[in-house]
Nanobody
Framework: QVQLVESGGGLVQPGGSLRLACAASGSIFRFRSNDMEWYRQAPGKERDLVATITSGASTTYADSVKGRFTISRDNYKKTVYLQMNSLKPEDTAVYYC??????WGQGTQVTVSS
């Protein structure tokens, strides 16, 4: 069974940066065939799509993070990243990665606060 494991969350001040990583187990072939996504869920809110990177490395972003967040992938490391810059308190949430045939990771908490 393939697993997705997120890391890199934490507490950061407004304006700061964090880099999240999501590592997959299983084969490189299976990972690289997946579109990968980052979602986030704030307390009491729906889980929202933040960014997508396709198997062909095309990227799309939610309007709320455009110009601040960058999604990337390293197929050889079977890892997808989310570089988050200029963080705001409203970015506080649990961040989850998702693969189109891999399922969900367990999530990593990001807290933006002074």
């Amino acid at each position: 069974q393939v697993q997705l494991v997120e890391s890199g969350g934490g507490l950061v001040q407004p304006g700061g940066s964090l880099r999240l990583a999501c590592a997959a187990s299983g084969s490189i072939f299976r990972f690289r065939s997946n579109d990968m996504e980052w979602y986030r869920q704030a307390p009491g809110k729906e889980r929202d799509l933040v960014a997508t990177i396709t198997s062909g490395a095309s990227t799309t972003y939610a309007d709320s993070v455009k110009g601040r967040f960058t999604i990337s992938r390293d197929n050889y490391k079977k890892t997808v990243y989310l570089q988050m810059n200029s963080l705001k308190p409203e970015d506080t949430a649990v961040y989850y990665c998702y693969g189109s045939t891999l399922g969900w990771g367990q999530g990593t908490q990001v807290t933006v606060s002074s």
